[in-house]
C-alpha cells in the first residue's frame, strides 16, 4: 500500500512537473516570437527614421540658409520696396527652390507600431528616443504653416504693414529653423544608438 502510495505521488510530481515544464517552454516560445515581431517592427521604424533624416540633411540647411539671409534682408530698403511692389519677390529673392520642404516626414510606421502591444518589447530608452523623434516632426513645421497664413493675408504687403509682416514672417522662419536643429540632433542621435548607417537600403 505504501510503495502504490510512494508511485502515485511520484506519478503527481511528474505530471504537475511536466505541465509546468510545458507552460514555462510555451511562454518561453511566446516570448522569444514576441522579440522577434518588435525587432521586425523596430527594424520597419529605424528604416523609416533613416528616411526622414535624409530629407532633413537636404532640406534643413536649406531653411537655415533662407533663415540666414531674411535676417540680413530685414535691413535692405530695397528688399521691403520690392516687398511691397510685389509680394512673390519673397521667393524670387529667397528661396532657390521657390518653397519649404515639400515632402512631408513619414511617421506611419511609429504610428502602427504605438498601437500594437509587442512595443511593450521595445526598450524604455529606445521609445523614448523614438517618441522624442516623432513628437518633434509633428510640431517642426507648425512655424511653416503660420508663415504661410501671413503670407497669404490680404494686404500683408501694404506700405503701412510690409515692414512689420516681414518681421513676423522671419520670425516664422527662425523658428521652423529652429525646431529643425533640434529634430536634427535627435536624428543624430538615434543614427548612433540605433547604427542606422548599418541598415540594409
Known amino acids: ?103 512631408p516626414l513619414s511617421d506611419d510606421a511609429w504610428e502602427i507600431a504605438k498601437a500594437n502591444p509587442i512595443i511593450s518589447n521595445i526598450s524604455f530608452e529606445e521609445r523614448l528616443l523614438l517618441s522624442k523623434i516623432y513628437n518633434q516632426q509633428k510640431s517642426t513645421f507648425e512655424p511653416a504653416s503660420k508663415f504661410f497664413d501671413v503670407y497669404h493675408t490680404k494686404g500683408v504687403n501694404t506700405v503701412e504693414d510690409a515692414q512689420e509682416n516681414l518681421e513676423i514672417l522671419q520670425n516664422f522662419m527662425n523658428e521652423l529653423a529652429g525646431r529643425e536643429l533640434l529634430l536634427m540632433q535627435y536624428y543624430d542621435e538615434a543614427f548612433k544608438r540605433f547604427e542606422l548607417d548599418k541598415l540594409k537600403e
Open 1 to 103: 500500500m505504501k510503495k502504490v502510495f510512494i508511485e502515485y505521488i511520484a506519478q503527481m510530481i511528474l505530471i504537475v512537473f511536466s505541465v509546468v515544464l510545458g507552460l514555462y517552454l510555451n511562454q518561453k516560445m511566446v516570448d522569444y516570437n514576441q522579440k522577434q515581431e518588435a525587432q521586425k517592427i523596430l527594424s520597419i521604424i529605424y528604416s523609416e527614421v533613416k528616411d526622414n533624416r535624409e530629407l532633413m540633411l537636404d532640406w534643413s540647411p536649406y531653411h537655415q540658409e533662407i533663415n540666414d539671409n531674411f535676417k540680413k534682408l530685414l535691413k535692405d530698403e530695397k528688399f521691403t520696396k520690392g516687398f511691397i511692389q510685389d509680394k512673390t519677390t519673397l521667393f524670387d529673392v529667397l528661396m532657390t527652390r521657390r518653397t519649404f520642404m515639400t515632402q
